[in-house]
């Protein structure tokens, strides 16, 4: 027999719980963006037919430079002794989602670099960056996705020298490892580093404190700037400077994640709890 207050917590349940999961990730394929200098990518079918056992068959086999597409850079990219891929700590590789748009600006200054400003007004928005944070630049890149030539925003892809996209200050980035606990930081272009960079200062800060990069992740639009949480899936791969990675979010559309929408839904579980409580013992 089904009580009233039964139902209620299964009415709680099911409104307070609406996970989504999010893919930011760009399809490995031909089109896979990578800097140049680097081998294409390549993938080859082995086998792709019906058997004499009666089954269909299909094996493939890839191959792909680290650093491309939506793929990590492990600290040992840009400082020596740093951890390669197969040494991240898997803690390292999830955290609390820390979005900070910089559209309007980057739309205007293809240069742009994130600052401790951009830092300051997304924790004035949402509170304190949580340890662990992924915190990722959404510049609205992910939409040029794989247009090279719009992606490097030039008409020469193979010369570095006339990149122009967004990415973070090294003072942003200094003083994230320095003010706060953050696993990853990462980007919605090809490079942690904006374009124009030629000695690459803010590879070398996230190396130097074992901060994990992240780069061409796609989709930013998708989640919410606070609340998701975010996964890092790289490939284990022994010795690598970086590698290929699925990373997603998972958000709960529910979740209440400022100071005064945490305690808004806190005192509601409490009301919620509390009628459900009076209910059941009036049925009894
Ligand atoms: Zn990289």
Not at 160 to 181: C, M, Q, Y
């Amino acid at each position: 027999m089904m009580f009233p207050w039964m139902l209620l917590s299964l009415c709680f349940l099911t409104t307070c719980s609406s996970l989504r999961i999010v893919d930011l990730t760009h399809e490995q394929n031909h089109a896979t963006i990578y800097w140049p200098g680097n081998p294409a990518y390549n993938f080859t079918i082995l086998y792709r037919n019906g058997t004499n056992g009666g089954y269909w068959y299909e094996s493939n086999s890839f191959a792909t430079a680290e650093h491309g597409g939506t793929h990590v850079d492990s600290p040992a990219h840009f400082y020596q002794g740093g951890w390669r891929t197969q040494q991240i700590p898997m803690e390292k590789l999830v955290g609390k989602g820390v979005i900070v748009n910089v559209q309007a600006k980057a739309s205007i200054n293809h240069d742009y670099q994130v600052t401790v400003q951009d830092l300051t007004d997304w924790e004035n928005s949402y509170g304190l960056i949580p340890d662990g944070a992924v915190v990722l630049m959404n510049s609205g890149w992910s939409d040029k996705y794989p247009d090279k030539n719009a992606v490097f925003n030039t008409t020469t892809p193979n010369d570095p020298s006339t990149f122009h996209f967004p990415g973070w200050h090294e003072d942003a980035v200094t003083w994230l490892s320095k003010n706060r606990k953050v696993n990853v930081i990462g980007v919605d272009t090809p490079s942690t580093d904006y374009g124009q960079s030629t000695t690459f200062p803010t590879h070398v800060v996230l190396g130097k404190n074992n901060i994990i990069g992240v780069e061409n992740v796609g989709f930013l639009d998708s989640i919410p700037e606070s609340g998701s949480t975010i996964f890092v899936a790289v490939v284990k791969l022994s010795d690598g400077s970086g590698g290929p990675a699925r990373v997603f979010a998972m958000v709960d559309d529910n979740q209440c994640t400022s100071g005064s929408d945490a305690h808004f839904c806190h005192v509601n579980l409490h009301v919620l709890v509390s009628i459900s409580l009076i209910v059941g013992l009036l049925t009894l």
